[in-house]
């Protein structure tokens, strides 16, 4: 078990403030699972760790967007808690989802929370729209920015102060079996991410590609860079064909 | 004519990609930013006469909600029409606002979720896990970087240049990128089924035989456990009341259960 110094929790509290605001607005990937788990693994020196389980939990979240402003579970803050802790540890696939899943499910309302918070600020604009003063509602939209941060500062400082005991005294208690199951789960646990997927695009219309892709894998092991440049020759084909169609006219139809 | 010059567009622009979001509240959702993104615009046009002002506050206090990047497209319209039409416009903004935030969110979504989230997230999550490798996070990056400092600014000016009739012209390309990327993503998915998610059957004893479950299920198809997961989890979240947190649970279980008696191995 890994113990973390005041400073660490302290620099990756502040990383995970910022990048929720990065994620909302540049999206350069500060946010982004694999990224964090590469940044905490550095801070605490093993950032191949950080690329694993990072990489681990970015596949279980493959298929699942913030459509609509929905609330989803937060793998940003387990995968920085778990690289955190992990170090020196074995079993490292195991915990990954013995305690990524549990952290990324709980840490849900803090999301919803800062969306909630956020209502206050609109209530204190709309009455500076009323009076037109233009530079207060400005100011309101940016106070935003302080719920949205604490959202994701508050869950890692307390997971990382308080958590590593906790997952001490946790381990003691956890039967060989369980763990097993938690490295099952582990490694089918993408299938989830992928099913939300595939619901959410029109799979049964693109069948014929879902198919192709899984052949190309599991028959003739071409890597997934190869089978996404494939697949990228499909779309410019498919893009070419549907918009050739329509400056032809209805005739052709 | 124009009554904004290059760089205070570009300055918009860059208002709308930093404020449209940090506000974010479940009552008008991105309203708050799209307001605030607005204020110079507001200024400039409105700012001698109250009474408009006032009107074009209080229009883009509305509900606001699409996806980041195609709002570029719906901000840049809206000023190009504001910039010429003034108060008398209002209500035809409102309207455009309205109407294409719900679209362009379907479009966007698809678009930019399924090429970053799922292409360049698979493409990463499978040299970080399968090869240790930092190259397919250095590849997503880029992509990241590309959208904010080219795609975006291309986006927004395209909305700014074209005004409205962008709707009627790009529809129908749009729509066919919406399905290319479709097509694209889905067959990602496919790839990735056979190589993330790594269901392997252990060797169960029964009635006094045993038999190498594995070993089976490789003569019927390759990751075949793999595809009967997936089925069985397309087939689930379809069912009423399922939904991606619940069937979360369910494979966790299935995971501890299964995995507890060995029938799943690692």
Redesign the interface.
Known sequence: MQQLELWQVVVLTVWAGLAM?DA??????MN?I??TG?FTGLIVGNP?LG??V???L??Y?????T???AS??NYTTAAMFVTAIAGGLDNV?AFI?MYG?PIA?LTIMFDVAA?????A??HL??GY?VT?D?KK??L??????IP?ALSRALPVFFALYFGPSLVDSINKAVPA??V??????G??????G??????????I???A???????????LS????G??L???A???L??KK??ES?QGGDIDE | MSKFTKKELRALNFRWIWQSQIGWNYERMQGLGYLSTMLPVIEKLYGNDPKAKDHALKTHSQFFNTQPAMGDIIVGMDIAIEEVGGENVMETVAAIKSSLMGPFAGIGDTIFGVIGGTVFGSIAVDMAVNDKSYIGIGIWTIWNLLVLFALRPLMFNLGYKQGVTLVTTMAHKLRALTEAAAALGVMVVGAMVSTMVGVKFGVVKAAGTTFDLQALANKILPNFGAVLLVVLCYWLLGKKGMNSNKLLGVVIAIALILGWFKILIV
């Open positions: 605001l909302l607005s540049f999206n350069v990937g982004g694999i990224q590469i191949e690329l694993v990072g990489g681990t970015q596949s979240a493959l298929g699942i967007g459509y609509g402003g989803i579970p696939e989802t899943i499910t969306r909630f918070a956020n209502t600020f609109q604009a709309d729209v037109g233009v509602i400005e309101m939209n940016w106070l935003g920015t949205w079996q369980l097993a199951g938690f490295r099952v789960a490694k089918i646990l993408p299938a989830v992928f099913t939300i997927l595939l619901r959410y695009l029109p799979t219309k693109n069948a590609y879902l198919i192709l892709g899984f052949v190309l894998v599991s028959y071409v890597p997934v860079l089978v996404a494939i697949g990228a499909a779309a410019i498919i893009f549907l918009t329509a």
